[in-house]
């Protein structure tokens, strides 16, 4: 490939992909974008998905272990959750003031409503059957009885908490028992061989980012009548999200990154183009997962931080879920000609909050979670029917805020920590 830097070819293999999608459907072919191409995109998605969990197992052990005392954990811990709470809180608070201010949803006719409701009847209910609504429950599922059924089935709180237990352990014993510190240098090993396989599986990232582009555009407009009615009547609910995590991302996080770092937004910016992009294409968190490591530590930011903070924040951050769950709901309650009064949008808060947290990450699942909410305020459920065709696009935008969050989290635990560098890869010592 001729000399351009990766983020170039991924942005130009998203936009090969969103124009041979689109030819594909207007020209009435999108079934050969579907059958082979899609397959592609797949691969690609499979591939990182594939590293994911392992990854987060050794680098959060790693990560944690390297740490090398419990106060330290506890206090980069302490920081980074206070932090994924603030703005998970925020970023609901900024989706509910535009929603209010914007009210999409008030004037959909009742035929709207209903031929929204009816076209996606089948799969609401199929999604609503999926979702599991205790809070309670979700809390105690977070400590897994069978840590490798966990891994296996890619439960990625319960891998987390795995993880962590068997860092700190580590920690400990590393105090008693001679030779730990090879054990935690296995684990440091492995999860940099990960990372390894991350830059190998990046070279065929444009490839994998048109032929998902390519997929996602082509199904959406299998039928482009239906599509810009869809948009017509739920540009402005759409609209509102889209611009909702725009300010979030231009006031929060920058104003975050001014104020805590010394890292120039610009530099952050630029440096989480790819892992941006890879969000929007793949609509999964722990998918760019990876990449997102990889964009943090281009801005200097130390690899023991990184690898703790991070997989952390892609299993419980989701500023842009959070966010859209909020707007979802008062959306939905104003079709439905509800009105929401502020206790009601307070409960929106915490648990968007909370739903946003057991929100796995992967594409489609801010959605389901967004049952808990509408239950919450007592919203009809049947609602997400209405905004269930445009999810994907919705999700694609929604995971790149909630990979940015992570990343700006991370930077301003590890400048405070005084644990950024200037220009290279730092590894933990062991
Ligand atoms: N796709 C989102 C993510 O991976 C989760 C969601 O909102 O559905 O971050």
């Given at each position: 490939m001729p000399k351009l830097a990766m983020h170039w070819w991924i942005l130009i293999g998203l936009a090969a992909g969103v124009a041979y999608g689109y030819v594909a459907a207007v020209t009435g072919n999108p079934t050969h974008v579907l059958d082979y191409i899609a397959p592609i995109g797949r691969l690609f998605l499979n591939l990182l998905k594939m590293i994911a969990v392992p990854l987060v197992l050794f680098s959060l052990v790693a990560g944690v272990a390297s740490l090398n005392d419990t106060s330290k954990l506890g206090r980069i811990g302490g920081k980074s959750i206070a932090l994924y709470l603030v703005t998970t809180a925020i970023a609901i608070a900024i989706g509910l003031v535009a929603v209010n201010i914007f009210g999409p949803g008030k004037g959909l006719s009742q035929a709207t409503r209903d031929s929204l409701i009816k076209q996606t009847e089948s799969q609401t209910s199929e999604k609503l059957a999926n979702a599991d609504v205790s809070i309670i429950d979700q809390l105690v599922n977070i400590?897994?009885?069978?840590p490798f059924e966990a891994l296996s089935s890619a439960a990625m709180l319960q891998v987390v908490f795995f993880a962590l237990m068997l860092g700190i352990a580590l920690t400990k014993l590393s105090r008693r028992v001679e030779g730990t510190a090879h054990v935690i240098k296995v684990f440091q090993l492995l999860s940099d061989a990960i990372i390894e396989m991350v830059q190998m599986i990046m070279k065929i990232a444009p490839f994998g980012v048109f032929a998902m582009m390519a997929s996602v555009v082509a199904d959406l407009g299998k039928e482009p009548g239906q599509l810009a009615e869809l948009m017509s009547s739920l540009g402005g609910y759409m609209g509102t999200v889209v611009l909702a995590l725009f300010v979030h991302y231009l006031l929060v996080y920058t104003v975050m990154l001014k104020v805590f770092t010394r890292v120039s937004w610009r530099d952050f910016a630029k440096a989480m183009i790819p892992a941006q992009l890879l969000a929007f294409s793949s609509s999964s968190s722990a998918a760019t997962l990876p990449i997102t490591i990889r964009s943090v530590e281009k801005i200097g930011v130390d690899e023991e931080v990184a690898s703790f903070v991070l997989p952390l924040g892609a299993t419980i951050n989701m500023d842009g879920t959070g966010l859209y769950q909020g707007v979802a709901a008062v959306f939905i309650a104003n079709a439905l000609g509800m009105d929401l009064d502020l206790g009601q949008q307070l409960t929106i808060v915490l648990t968007a909050a909370l739903a946003s947290i057991g929100t796995a990450a992967v594409p489609g699942v801010g959605i389901v979670m967004l049952v808990i909410v509408l239950k919450a305020v007592d919203v009809?459920?049947?609602?997400?029917g209405l905004i269930l065709a445009v999810d994907r696009p919705l999700d694609m935008c929604r995971t790149v805020l909630n990979v940015t969050g992570d990343a700006t989290v991370a930077t301003v635990v590890a400048s405070s920590e005084g644990l950024i560098h200037k220009g290279e890869r730092h590894h933990a010592k062991t």
């Amino acid at each position: 490939m001729p000399k351009l830097a990766m983020h170039w070819w991924i942005l130009i293999g998203l936009a090969a992909g969103v124009a041979y999608g689109y030819v594909a459907a207007v020209t009435g072919n999108p079934t050969h974008v579907l059958d082979y191409i899609a397959p592609i995109g797949r691969l690609f998605l499979n591939l990182l998905k594939m590293i994911a969990v392992p990854l987060v197992l050794f680098s959060l052990v790693a990560g944690v272990a390297s740490l090398n005392d419990t106060s330290k954990l506890g206090r980069i811990g302490g920081k980074s959750i206070a932090l994924y709470l603030v703005t998970t809180a925020i970023a609901i608070a900024i989706g509910l003031v535009a929603v209010n201010i914007f009210g999409p949803g008030k004037g959909l006719s009742q035929a709207t409503r209903d031929s929204l409701i009816k076209q996606t009847e089948s799969q609401t209910s199929e999604k609503l059957a999926n979702a599991d609504v205790s809070i309670i429950d979700q809390l105690v599922n977070i400590v897994p009885t069978n840590p490798f059924e966990a891994l296996s089935s890619a439960a990625m709180l319960q891998v987390v908490f795995f993880a962590l237990m068997l860092g700190i352990a580590l920690t400990k014993l590393s105090r008693r028992v001679e030779g730990t510190a090879h054990v935690i240098k296995v684990f440091q090993l492995l999860s940099d061989a990960i990372i390894e396989m991350v830059q190998m599986i990046m070279k065929i990232a444009p490839f994998g980012v048109f032929a998902m582009m390519a997929s996602v555009v082509a199904d959406l407009g299998k039928e482009p009548g239906q599509l810009a009615e869809l948009m017509s009547s739920l540009g402005g609910y759409m609209g509102t999200v889209v611009l909702a995590l725009f300010v979030h991302y231009l006031l929060v996080y920058t104003v975050m990154l001014k104020v805590f770092t010394r890292v120039s937004w610009r530099d952050f910016a630029k440096a989480m183009i790819p892992a941006q992009l890879l969000a929007f294409s793949s609509s999964s968190s722990a998918a760019t997962l990876p990449i997102t490591i990889r964009s943090v530590e281009k801005i200097g930011v130390d690899e023991e931080v990184a690898s703790f903070v991070l997989p952390l924040g892609a299993t419980i951050n989701m500023d842009g879920t959070g966010l859209y769950q909020g707007v979802a709901a008062v959306f939905i309650a104003n079709a439905l000609g509800m009105d929401l009064d502020l206790g009601q949008q307070l409960t929106i808060v915490l648990t968007a909050a909370l739903a946003s947290i057991g929100t796995a990450a992967v594409p489609g699942v801010g959605i389901v979670m967004l049952v808990i909410v509408l239950k919450a305020v007592d919203v009809p459920e049947a609602g997400i029917g209405l905004i269930l065709a445009v999810d994907r696009p919705l999700d694609m935008c929604r995971t790149v805020l909630n990979v940015t969050g992570d990343a700006t989290v991370a930077t301003v635990v590890a400048s405070s920590e005084g644990l950024i560098h200037k220009g290279e890869r730092h590894h933990a010592k062991t």
